[in-house]
């Protein structure tokens, strides 16, 4: 089955700095990554999601890029504010309900 | 709408108890499903269902059932309680399947078996 692992473990950035997560996936037919935040105590929230059609996409201050070929997808964050903090998880999917495989997540913590 | 609601918020058992977890979403979504949360390990799927009358197995089912007589309702029962099965559940769900639809998490149900 899909396997997916997402580095780094935490990650902490000044405020104003970009943050980067990157996951890694095993199966080459996954055709669907999406990206969650998860706020302290609270549920997991979609934040941007790519198709394996797609290279590149940006909400605001948000990107997902993903490479088919090395098979991996990354998240950036560009001026990072407080509110940025949180746990981010990636996830992959190869089939059309979409039993999705989390990464382990990423703890990002933005310093003033 | 309410989304999708889930309780108890909190519970603690005995090893060896039963109980159920109930989830219910009022977005008409055919699919749901449950994942437990725990430390560096990220979400794993338990059960999930494609519709009402119809559930799966994910990574983790052992030691949990799930029905769905509802498109509302997807309950996940705990047989017999055992200290692994310290964990936070979320319910989730989503109009069209992961390729196509968000998955909307409910606020999840922080479980303790001593």
Redo the contacts between chains.
Sequence with gaps: ?ENVE?HP?TLSVQEGDSAVIKCTYSDSAS??F?WYKQELG?????II?I?SNVGEKKDQRIAVTLNKTAKHFSLHITETQPEDSAVY?CAA?T???????????TQVVVTP | NAGVTQTPKFQVLKTGQSMTLQCAQDMNHE?M?W?RQDP??????IH?S?GAGITDQ??VPNGYNVSRSTTEDFPLRLLSAAPSQTSVY?CAS?AT???????F????TRLTVL
């Design positions: 089955g997402q473990s055709n669907y999406p609270k549920r997991p929230q979609l999601d198709r998880f999917t089939d059309s309900w979409g039993k999705l495989q989390f990464g382990a997540g | 699919y499903s994942y560096g390990m990220g979400l794993r799927l999930y494609v994910g990574e979320f989503s399947g992961g390729t196509g639809g968000e998955q998490f409910g606020p999840g």
